[in-house]
């Protein structure tokens, strides 16, 4: 992993597959980091330039004060791409990631090839949900985090998944814990904050829409609705709760893989 300097501070991000590739930017929700997308790395890097990176106030990022916008992390994406003379690339983002993409599509689309959003809406939740998360995680610290990984279990994965799957579903949800709670809280304001609903017209990138149908928190309906205001987008339902990139694996991967390749 490597770094790139911001004006405010670092942030983190890998690369895999081949130089001179066409590169894919990998997005992560919000409370995991970069190694949420380890069971895509193989299948997209016999593909692509993978580009990982830690969301600002996640992983080994950094973590200045918030609230952040969406906007704001946008903005990173745009900076680390030119940081790394990347002039175009794909992108793939799950959850707030799937929120950065949704601004990347509206307001840098010429710095889009295709573009997938996953298990995400044009807006996620109320102030009245955000609200007293951030207070609670403010207040507790680490605390609130450890509380926060012990109940994410079932709200990102179906109770088949994590029961038959324990140790990749700790692997992930142990990220959580290990969020700064500054950084998380700063987070959960950008999306509490994103509203896109009026603007997804503007959004011309090729564009594939992956939902779960088990998800509570990012329901399918959220992801029709961006593929029935974006011309010509594509829409991808699997059975998986809200980490539906590690939940269905190869299928997520191969559906991914298809859409960035076709004609």
């Avoid at 985090?145 to 700790?170: C, H």
């Avoid at 029935?228 to 991808?236: K, L």
Wanted: charge should be negative; proline fraction near 5%.
């Amino acid at each position: 992993m490597a770094q790139v300097q911001l004006a405010d501070g670092a942030l983190n991000y890998q690369l895999d597959g081949p130089e001179g590739a066409p590169v894919l930017v990998l997005s992560n929700s919000l409370g995991t980091d970069l190694h949420m997308w380890d069971t895509q790395v193989p299948a997209f890097a016999a593909h692509f330039r993978v580009l990982r990176y830690d969301t600002r106030g996640h992983g080994a990022s950094l973590v200045t004060e918030g609230p952040y916008s969406i906007e704001q992390l946008g903005q990173d994406v745009l900076a680390l791409l030119d940081a790394l003379k990347i002039e175009r690339a794909h992108f793939c983002g799950l959850s707030m990631g799937g929120l950065i993409g949704q601004w990347l599509g509206i307001n840098a689309g010429e710095r889009l090839n295709r573009l997938i959003v996953c298990n995400t809406a044009a807006k996620i939740g109320s102030p009245d949900t955000w609200n007293p998360r951030i207070e609670m995680v403010l207040r507790d610290g680490k605390a609130a985090m450890v509380g926060l990984r012990d109940a994410s279990i079932e709200r990102w994965f179906t109770p088949g998944y994590s029961s038959t799957n324990p140790g990749q579903a700790k692997r992930i949800t142990d990220m959580l814990a290990s969020t700064s709670p500054q950084g998380y809280a700063a987070n959960c304001g950008a999306v509490r904050d994103a509203d896109f609903r009026d603007q997804l017209g503007e959004i011309k990138a090729p564009l594939l829409v992956i939902s779960g149908s088990h998800d509570a928190v990012t329901p399918p309906a959220g992801g029709l609705f961006i593929q029935e205001n974006v011309a010509g987008a594509e829409y991808a339902e699997f059975h998986a709760a809200h980490l539906s990139n590690v939940e269905v694996g190869e299928p997520f991967s191969r559906r991914v893989i298809d859409f960035l390749l076709a004609r």
